[in-house]
């Protein structure tokens, strides 16, 4: 007995398979019908956010969320600034092809979903803040993780990178914000090498890594740290991250306590670091002893040329130049904050307390 109706699929599916789905009993087919399911099932759950193919963008732009304005800035900059940028992120975006866009905090969720529709990625850098100031870089940091899960589920790939600080907010949206933040203390102020985790060449990040870079990264001390906070597996483990997030390095603080170096989202191109690969070649603080050899400066830089090739693949664009230019960073000057002792050469400052 056939159960399949007459012609069903008949130029589309293969002869035998036609045969092997149709040509039983109910039982079997019912069988049959589960192992489909299951199997579309995994393929769906195991495959990363569908996007268009024909994507290639050569002129990415970059939006790099700014930060609450530190006391230290405060007291040298007396024009009371409420964010800022340290270039040494644009620099090492510039340096991987892409242009900038800084990101305000501060504002309603309509203002970074418009302004996501523009550009290609966005980088949440790292720096010194907490997370429970209002209208600071952790809400704008919400605001953007959603709007980017939202954007990717449209199939509209957009991709998010955390470094250090900004690193800890993507895993403490991940674990959902609360009143604990799902981080621990730890203490790393040195250079580090990477300790990839078994699979790690099978992840987004490291798949098409140069093994000169692995080589470099897993036994030179080259990732700069400067944490006071760590993610360790325990935190993962807890708020199970673990489904979702492929963890994909260790290093070891101070105390020898293992925490995850880079971690990236299955399915979302998400992806963080704890280390800071834009330190390696633009910041020259000499008490903090950041690692500037050729070596150093060539795996560091891998992070930015991975992110900046993946935003590549996100379409989207500013409706004309002049909008475009509007908006990019070369409307801001930085300063010679080094100059002044601070641990950044160079900073942008934006929106002097009350212009806005
Ligand atoms: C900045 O803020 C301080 C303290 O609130 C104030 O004394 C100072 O006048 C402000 N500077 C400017 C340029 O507005
Ligand atoms: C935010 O957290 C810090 C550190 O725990 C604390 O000192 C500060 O008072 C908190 N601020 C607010 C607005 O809750
Ligand atoms: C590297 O990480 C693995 C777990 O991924 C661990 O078993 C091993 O002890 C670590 N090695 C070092 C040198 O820390």
Redesign the pocket.
């Known amino acids: 007995m056939s159960s399949c109706p007459r012609g069903l699929g008949k130029d589309v599916v293969p002869p035998s398979f036609r045969r092997w789905l149709c040509d039983t009993d109910f039982i079997i087919l019912a069988l049959k019908a589960v192992i489909l399911v299951t199997a579309l099932y995994l393929m769906y759950a195991e495959s990363a956010v569908v996007v268009r193919d024909d994507v290639i963008n050569h002129r990415p732009i970059i939006g790099i969320l700014s930060q609450e304005q530190s006391k230290y800035f405060h007291t040298k900059y007396?024009?009371?600034y409420t964010s800022y940028i340290a270039a040494s992120y644009v620099k090492s975006v510039e340096a991987s092809g892409a242009r900038v866009v800084p990101i305000m905090i501060g504002r309603d969720r309509d203002y970074y979903r418009e302004l996501m529709s523009k550009i290609n990625g966005v980088l949440f850098p790292g720096g010194a803040t907490y997370f429970n100031q209002s209208d600071g870089f952790a809400d704008a940091g919400e605001h953007i993780y959603h709007i980017a899960m939202g954007l990717n589920d449209a199939g509209s790939y957009f991709p998010v990178f955390g470094t250090c600080l900004g690193f800890e907010l993507l895993i403490i949206l991940a674990s959902g914000r609360g009143k604990v933040e799902n981080r621990e203390k730890c203490y790393s102020f040195k250079n580090c090498r990477l300790n990839f985790t078994k699979d790690f060449r099978r992840s987004k990040m490291y798949r098409d890594a140069p093994e000169y870079v692995v080589d470099i990264l897993s036994s030179d001390d080259v990732t700069a740290n400067a944490h006071q906070f760590c993610i360790l597996d325990s935190n993962m483990e807890k708020y199970n991250l673990k489904n979702d997030w492929l963890i994909t390095s260790h290093s070891k603080d101070e105390d020898g306590l293992a925490f995850v170096a880079s971690v990236e989202h299955k399915r979302y191109p998400f992806y963080g670091v704890q280390f800071h690969p834009e330190k390696v070649a633009f910041e020259w603080k000499a008490s903090k002893h950041y690692p500037h050899s050729l070596k150093a400066v060539q795996a560091n830089r891998y992070f930015m040329d991975f992110f900046v090739e993946e935003c590549r693949r996100s379409g989207h664009r500013f409706p004309s130049h002049s909008e475009e230019n509007r908006h990019l960073i070369y409307n801001y000057k930085p300063e010679f904050t080094g100059l002044l002792g601070s641990s950044y050469e160079q900073c942008y400052f934006f929106e002097?307390?009350g212009t806005v």
Request: net charge neutral.
């Open positions: 007396p024009e009371n002097p307390r």
